[in-house]
């Protein structure tokens, strides 16, 4: 069983920064690859990056792709997703789930998703 929480949200500027952490607990947390999504008001949840068990393979939505950045600490059991050059549409709550796989297609374990954090990004 795989447990994980978000945590790093917040209100930040046009253009400005934020690193999102994924602490994980339950089953090995080298064992499987992490996904991160977000769900903006009153839109899908959608897949934004996802990274392989050691970190080798990483994976982005074309929205965020040069602007976001997945990582991972085994050691710390926690995957992080950097995010640079931030727009008012990455505002949304996001969330990070285990994934079968770092390529498409994505695919998450079966879960129940825990709370996320909150992003707002102001113009």
């Known amino acids: 069983q795989v447990q994980l929480v978000e945590s790093g949200g917040g209100l930040v500027q046009a253009g400005g920064s934020l690193r999102l952490s994924c602490a994980a607990s339950?089953?090995?947390?080298?064992?499987?690859?992490v996904g991160w999504f977000r769900q903006a008001p009153g839109k899908e949840r959608e897949f934004v990056a996802a990274?392989?068990?050691?970190?080798?393979?990483?994976y982005y939505a074309d929205s965020v792709k040069g602007r976001f950045t997945i990582s991972r600490d085994n050691a710390k059991n926690t995957a992080y997703l950097q995010m640079n050059t931030l727009e008012p549409d990455d505002t949304a709550v996001y969330y990070c789930?285990?994934?079968?796989?770092?390529?498409?297609?994505?695919?998450?374990?079966?879960?129940?998703w825990g709370q996320g954090t909150q992003v707002t990004v102001s113009s």
């Open positions: 339950g089953r090995t947390f080298g064992s499987y690859p």
């Open positions: 789930a285990a994934v079968f796989s770092a390529a498409p297609p994505i695919k998450i374990f079966p879960t129940n």
């Open positions: 990274i392989s068990e050691r970190g080798r393979i990483t």
